[in-house]
């Protein structure tokens, strides 16, 4: 196959499974679940924790609130209260704290138009509300805590008609209450073809989609991840200014370590290299210091485009999508001249890529074939550069630990394979802590769910060290038996701020409508 992309970034080498990575470093034991609403209606969604009142705040969907869980008993998390958005928008989509305010995102009943955040103080009063740009999707607060800082998706209206531009919001919060605000355009960037523009008709400001900020520890750079377009564009905190953007590359799965299993109808599990280049295309991100060094962290979930309006008859008409099967695809038989094998079910067929790009000599067929996130989690340095790539480890080890599970979706049983087509397991959340002067990163499964552990105390030479996961596979997916479905967030919780004097993590999971609390043990 060609390697013309000038951007490639292959993973580096990685190994399969031993019997050291099946050691289990870190093990989360389950203290307490409660359950927030009704199965997949996202009940439980984001999460984020207060020391002082040892309370967990939750994104409601179902209810268009955010709950309020007592947490001063590990074993017996409590909802207590709500945070009622009222009259400033259609739903929640993200909350974080700084131990004073509580900030929660909303979107606009129309979604195309500017959203809101709203603070409220950790008790649950109201503070005041600050304008956002269209669909506010992630919230964070500096680490010196005096800004709160947003990313706005600005996703195009379900026809397409309507694409307002990604954004990102800087609210002053440095008085205890919002102050000045400050909104960040993309119209400015100078982007290279290192980074996805591919919306029909639209300006790369319009293209650009941030899903995800991290925060630089001194509390002066973020980093604005927009995971459609596979890209990452830098924020300077104190001029509220853009300085760069950058394509964050893609993952070489032909390469020995970064395998995966393609399809929902082969036999068995089958991860084997694969002549595609993964986008990594990451969800959660966050920066973290170790060693006096600043590191990146990732959740490659990936994700494609797709945009169907609905009639009033119940049918649908797909206005854009740019996701295709390589079965259908046409594919330059120069670089793939084993195309008729390739594209077998049992093969590459079913896998779900992106049609957006692939051709890179524009003669109408596929030179290379990019798929849709990396499966893995990443770590780079600040200039993102790549240190560590987690291959293929993820689906050895669901593969070994859960059975009829793998690779399974999210709202039904059994589903033994599901997803391979798709983007396998879906690494989507992601938390750092500390314990014994070790870090750890914990990493959550969207699909297949559970909580992947990692250690990452070197970022180059991280190390599988744990993997949990509460979903019962026997029982209907329906019920409370089911376990927890969709981990969408997760919480590191540390000794010196925990009600029990340990350190804990608490994972919000979207489909099952719960949030869980789990103590993390170092064996």
Not at 58 to 63: H, I, S, T
Not at 319 to 336: I, N
Not at 375 to 388: E, P, Q
Request: a negative charge; proline letters at 5%; charged letters at 25%.
């Amino acid at each position: 196959m060609k390697l013309s992309t000038a951007f490639l970034v292959s993973a580096l080498g990685f190994f399969a499974v031993s019997s050291t990575l099946r050691s289990h470093a870190v093990e989360l034991h389950h203290l307490s679940t409660i359950k927030l609403g009704a199965f997949d209606e996202g009940a439980a969604e984001m999460i984020a924790y207060d020391a002082e009142t040892k309370r967990l705040f939750a994104v409601n969907n179902e209810a268009g609130s955010v709950s309020v869980i007592d947490c001063s008993d590990p074993t017996n998390l409590k909802l207590v209260s709500t945070l009622d958005i009222g009259e400033h928008g259609k739903a929640p989509t993200c909350v974080e704290t700084n131990g004073t305010l509580v900030a929660v995102t909303v979107v606009a009943e129309d979604k195309q138009a500017p959203g809101k955040v709203v603070f409220f103080d950790t008790s649950g009063e109201f503070v005041g509300v600050a304008d956002t740009g269209a669909l506010p999707d992630n919230v964070v607060f500096s680490p010196n805590g005096k800004l709160c800082v947003i990313a706005n998706e600005g996703e195009p209206s379900d026809d397409y008609e309507t694409d307002p531009e990604g954004s990102v919001t800087i609210v002053d919060v440095s008085s205890g209450e919002p102050g000045q605000v400050t909104q960040v355009g993309f119209g400015d960037l100078e982007v290279g073809q290192d980074v996805r523009i591919f919306g029909p008709g639209a300006t790369p400001a319009q293209d650009l989609e941030p899903e995800f900020v991290a925060v630089s520890p001194d509390s002066a750079t973020a980093w604005v991840v927009c995971q459609e377009n596979n890209a990452v564009v830098t924020v300077d905190l104190a001029t509220g200014k853009t300085t760069g953007i950058r394509g964050l590359g893609m993952k070489d799965h032909s390469r020995e370590g970064n395998g995966f299993d393609a399809s929902n109808k082969s036999e068995g599990v089958d991860i084997r290299p694969r002549p595609t280049f993964g986008l990594f295309q990451p969800d959660a991100t966050l920066a973290h210091e170790i060693g006096g060094k600043t590191y990146l962290f990732t959740a490659n979930e990936g994700d494609a485009r797709e945009y169907i309006v609905e009639e009033d008859n119940g049918d649908e008409t797909i206005s854009y999508t740019d996701e295709e099967r390589v079965e259908d695809m046409k594919l330059d038989p120069e670089a793939f001249p084993n195309a008729e094998a390739l594209q077998k079910e049992d093969n590459l067929g079913r896998l779900k890529v992106t049609n957006a790009t692939g051709d890179t000599d524009g003669d109408g067929d596929m030179d290379e074939i990019h798929s849709l996130g990396a499966r893995s989690f990443s770590i780079w340095t600040t200039d993102w550069t790549m240190v560590y790539d987690s291959g293929s480890e993820f689906e050895l080890i669901t593969a070994e630990h859960l059975g009829k599970g793998f690779n399974s979706t999210n709202d039904e049983h059994p589903s033994f394979k599901d997803r391979s087509d798709d983007k396998g397991p879906e690494p989507e959340a992601l938390a750092i802590g500390e314990i014994d002067g070790k870090t750890y990163a914990f990493i959550g499964l969207e699909r297949s769910g559970g909580i992947m552990v990692y250690d990452v105390t070197r970022p180059a030479e991280a190390q599988y060290a744990g993997y949990t996961n509460r979903r019962n596979f026997e029982a209907d997916v329906e019920s409370e038996e089911a376990g927890d479905l969709g981990p969408e967030d997760i919480e590191f919780i540390p000794a010196a701020d925990s009600p029990n004097g340990k350190n804990l993590v608490a994972v919000a999971n979207e489909v099952s409508g719960t949030v869980s609390l789990f103590e993390a043990v170092v064996k």
